[in-house]
DNA sequence: AATGAATGAGGGTTCATTCAT
DNA sequence: TATGAATGAACCCTCATTCAT
């Protein structure tokens, strides 16, 4: 169900963007994206610790008290970064993803979509990363974002415990190594100590799948 | 061997320090050390982030131009911190490691020590951590920061693979496998969402096994 | 006299909004009213220096740009604030002000009446305070409050000092000895370092009668 | 007491401004005092509220952060400078004062050089004016500056209540009646809108007497 | 060795005001 | 009339680092 919801506001998205393209072009676009899209570019270039509001600014091509006019401040501007990016990846991971579907499949799948995503957004990837991390990251904008994923807690991993396919641990036990250990391994990959191909997919996956199956 | 080259290093710790004493050089190794204190507890209070210059002197209770004394600048001494904690790591978990040890029992006690070292060295943990993914992380620094766990690669892992114990993966898949799991869930633990107890340790070891075993 | 034209000014008044209601001109009196008190409140709560635009629309709900609409800039609005504030103080104090009263007892009214302001608008009396010292006041908008008193100059203070009722000194004197001092002690009591009761009260128009009287 | 209490604090400050002259000129005179002048010099030509950190830096000839070598922010910046100006006005007006004076001897001399204080020093007398309404001014300060006028509190206007001598009120009330006409006068008096020559000062004195006086 | 003093550069943020709609 | 969007200028303050002593 929550799949469901997600999906719709997937849709509503694009009927909005619609709208813009055919009426509001007027302006200059969204100039809410073209800061977001700023302090991504910046983060990747220079991490999150040098980001700056001028910086930001300078790249956006707009004087920094703008960015005033979309965000109360810094912290707002990159939680809301951070949700707006968190929800792209949910919506690309869970695009079609069925209840239905047996455990395994739907284990790989995901982390295979899970993968697809790093690999095809470096950056959203990266400032994720960085951003989880950060005290800058409000409280709230965690838990919403967590909320995103819960169709992997309920649908796989607590549905897989039930049903004796993964180990009878601690749901974040099944949640951690089916994701960090790749997560780690895509970094890498980036920093260009190793590569992510085809085969380290697969070996990862089956490792994964190993630490976790029952 | 590569282990005995680490005690070596400690041996030549404890040789410089009783060379201070006798010649009575004037940098105090006091000071070096109060510096260090310092900046692990602010950082360990406000994050990476938010530690400056002026904070640590204040803290360490000496002059902010007195850090200049020893070390090159904030960089240097960043760096210089996080090669201390990581040798004081390595030289915790291979205490009496013994290459001749039969590859789970060394595993398991390789992966059980590092856990304890953790729990009992919150500051440094997280510390390492913090600074493991800056930007101000020298490159050289981190290399050295790796051959120090050499015996891992070469007596444990490379072993294991030879031997077909574990699966025939790159070897950076088995080092995170085995490592980043837990350093995960000791985040949490710290963070006050789980608890890293007794049983939650031996699930952890039994994942890492499965997920890396051939 | 004087005190006629100043009722005057007040029938005027009266027949400007009677004007508004009938020709439904657009801009809009209340929505002047709804700045005038948001500032008011803003420089009450905050004080004057911290006083801004943004503020004053937020509390007025308009948008900031409207003020423009009602005001050259902030000094034309606080300047008008201030004209507005002490017109209504005047009428209050010399409501009912007749020239043929004994001068003690127009003396002891005034001056009770200007208490009485003061307590009751307790708003008004302290952005008066606050404003009468500030930079931001046009010389021109003090002239012209000035001139809302002159009652004060002409019909007591000027004549009693004709009746030899008063000091042979600057009338300048005699209106500062009659007011400065309950507006100093005003303040105290607003600030809740002194109360100033009906025995006070008695106590300021007794010391300041002593110091003006012949 | 109290009074012999300050006096030793000047003697202090002159030994400690002669041993400046003879061993620190290598510096460059007391930066905290070009500081403070600048401050004093700025609020008069501009107003309290126009004073920035930039502004008393371009004035005092130094960078604005070197402000912050000597104080913790503007406030402090500005609450010591009030502190410092309060100490010079109390040296000056209770110097030689003598507890064994008559009263209403005690009492003019103190008026007369609070007045001459007033006259040769319109820079500090126009900061405290400005600052003692601001919300800038800390209670702590404005406590510790009170302390320093106690011998009037004590010697004068207690004593006079108990000898009959004034008027049996709040003490306050003398206090405001002594000195807040003067003042509001002397502001007319920079303003150029009268003059506060010898006549008025006698006028002014003889007004307060009689506000007062039992 | 140790430090107080000094600073330019830059941090995040708010300001009063303008302009197109 | 009313306003959302936009901005240059200024705000206070902290930074890492240098230098004279």
Sequence with gaps: ???????????????????????????????NESIFNATIELINEQGLAEVSMSKIAKKAKVSASTIYVYFENKEDLLNKLFLNVKKKMSLEIFNNFDDSTPLQIAFETSLRKFI???????????????????????????EESIELFEPLYNSLFEKGKQQHVFKQVDTNLL????FRPVIEFAKEHFNGNSELNQEKMNEIIRMSWDAIKA
């Design 1 to 31: 169900m929550i799949v469901n919801i997600v999906v719709l506001q997937n849709h509503l998205t694009l009927i909005e963007r619609s709208f813009n393209i055919w009426h509001m072009r007027h302006k200059d676009e969204n100039k």
């Design 116 to 142: 697809h995503f790093i690999l095809t957004n470096k950056d959203y990837f990266l400032f994720i990363e960085q951003f989880q991390n950060s005290p800058l990251l409000h409280k709230i904008s965690l």
């Design 175 to 178: 949640v951690i190594f089916t």
